[in-house]
C-alpha cells in the first residue's frame, strides 16, 4: 500500500514528489539597475513566487511599475498610437504587436512600435488579418 503524502495527485507511478528546497537557490540570476544603484538576487522571485524561468521578467515588470523605469539591459518593446495619448511598453514582441493591433482595430488610429533593434518604428495601420 502506498503512502498517500509521498505522491502528488495522479503522480502514482512517477515516484515521490521532491519536496521544496528549505535554502534559496545558488544560481538564482542578479538584476542592477544604475538609476536606483542597486542590485539584487532574484531568490525571490525563484523561491517564493516560483516563477521560474521567468523570474527576470517578472522582476523588470515589477521594477517599472512601481519605479516608473526598467532595470538595466532590459528593452521593452513601446507602442504608441499616433492619434491619442495610448501606448504601452511589453518585453516581447508579440504582447506590443497584440495591443498595436487590437487598438488599431477599436480606434482605427496607427499605432507605431519601436524597439532598439528596429532601424526606424514598425507602424500598424490596417487591421490584422
Do not use: K
Amino acid at each position: 500500500m502506498t503512502d498517500d503524502t509521498d505522491f502528488g495527485a495522479g503522480d502514482e507511478g512517477r515516484g515521490p514528489v521532491a519536496p521544496p528546497p528549505d535554502e534559496p537557490p545558488d544560481d538564482a540570476p542578479t538584476v542592477s539597475c544604475t538609476r536606483c544603484d542597486r542590485e539584487w538576487t532574484l531568490e525571490y522571485e525563484l523561491s517564493d513566487l516560483q516563477v521560474g524561468n521567468q523570474a527576470v521578467e517578472q522582476f523588470a515588470l515589477d521594477h517599472q511599475r512601481h519605479t516608473g523605469h526598467f532595470p538595466d539591459d532590459v528593452r521593452p518593446w513601446r507602442a504608441t498610437c499616433r492619434r491619442c495619448p495610448e501606448s504601452v511598453e511589453r518585453l516581447r514582441e508579440d504582447a506590443a504587436r497584440r495591443w498595436a493591433e487590437i487598438h488599431r482595430r477599436h480606434t482605427r488610429h496607427a499605432v507605431a512600435l519601436t524597439h532598439e533593434s528596429l532601424a526606424e518604428p514598425d507602424i500598424v495601420d490596417r487591421d490584422a488579418p
